[in-house]
């Protein structure tokens, strides 16, 4: 498939792990809600947006490489690296709509393994402040076989600071004693890990091309969509049509949306904020083909 560069990268930047500085409490509140559709791609191709890829990873890729557009004008992440594109701007109060199907090529020490991304919402503080690899943040899981999975990322930073991130959430314990969303079960924080989807297989394993019994998620090389809706401090997950995964009380509420590069390849159609009641777009099987 035919690609070319993404315009006005700066790779210097963009493949070493620049900190900035620390959002404090009291600069929660500044962002403002979205009020008009905001196409996330068309901005990355007017280079208005921020890359990260962690330089000491086991895959670090040119992110002038890692990020490109088809001819069909899709993002390709090629997947060569942990990082992401980030938002300059933070956000609140949205619906996001993300359309991708995975593409063959996994990396590294991934190679064999399930197929991995996701998006970053809330996300704030230094790049690549948890692992080297992401913002603190709260992810909405895109991974074959947990795609709508729930995870909180609270990293400490060098100097010893946590970067608190939390989000209360109904969830039970599956065979193995993992989180996983029961609606209507007692609320409880969450400040770090994951919440499994509602239908995650209890057999999932960590293996390339891995499909549950229950997977909402298109067959591979299919599209998908993956909606998050961000109303005040609440987080909903839709996948293909169908809710898989809830919050509440998501602190910060706020924040910069990044779409991850995590040693898959993956391709996005359609990366959008729309306002909250204002995409009324119905999922159907014909739009996976």
């Not at 007017?46 to 990020?67: E, R, T, W």
């Not at 996701?118 to 913002?135: D, E, R």
């Not at 919440?195 to 998908?224: A, I, M």
């Not at 995964?245 to 898959?264: C, H, I, M, R, Y």
């Amino acid at each position: 498939m035919i690609t070319r560069p993404l315009p006005l990268l700066r790779a210097a930047l963009c493949a070493s792990a620049v900190l900035v500085c620390c959002a404090a409490p009291a600069a929660f509140g500044a962002a403002a809600a979205v009020t008009k559709k905001i196409d996330l791609l068309q901005l990355t191709r007017a280079g208005q947006v921020d890359y990260h890829i962690n330089p000491k990873a086991d895959i670090a890729g040119d992110p002038k490489s890692v990020f490109t557009f088809t001819k069909e004008n899709w993002l390709r992440i090629s997947g060569e690296g942990y990082g992401y594109i980030a938002t300059r701007e933070s956000h609140r109060d949205y619906h996001l709509v993300i359309e991708f199907k995975w593409g063959a090529k996994t990396w590294g020490r991934r190679v064999d393994r399930a197929r991995d991304s996701g998006i970053l919402v809330h996300a704030y503080g230094p790049h690549g402040a948890h692992s080297g690899n992401w913002m603190a943040s709260i992810e909405a899981q895109i991974i074959e076989g947990g795609t709508g999975d729930i995870l909180v990322l609270s990293p400490k930073l060098p100097d010893g600071t946590q970067l608190l991130t939390s989000l209360t959430c109904e969830f039970g314990l599956d065979r193995d004693k993992e989180k996983i969303w029961r609606p209507g079960s007692p609320r409880q924080v969450v400040t770090t890990g994951r919440v499994n989807w509602l239908h995650r297989d209890e057999d999932w394993t960590d293996t390339v091309g891995y499909r549950g019994k229950k997977d909402v998620e298109s067959p591979l090389f299919q599209w998908s969509r993956l909606e998050v809706i961000a109303r005040g401090d609440t987080l909903k997950y839709y996948l293909n049509g169908v809710l898989v995964n809830e919050g509440f009380d998501a602190k910060p509420s706020e924040g910069k949306v990044l779409v991850q590069t995590e040693a898959a390849e993956m391709f996005v159609r359609r990366y959008e904020l729309h306002p909250l009641g204002a995409f009324k777009e119905k999922w159907t099987a014909a739009n996976a083909k």
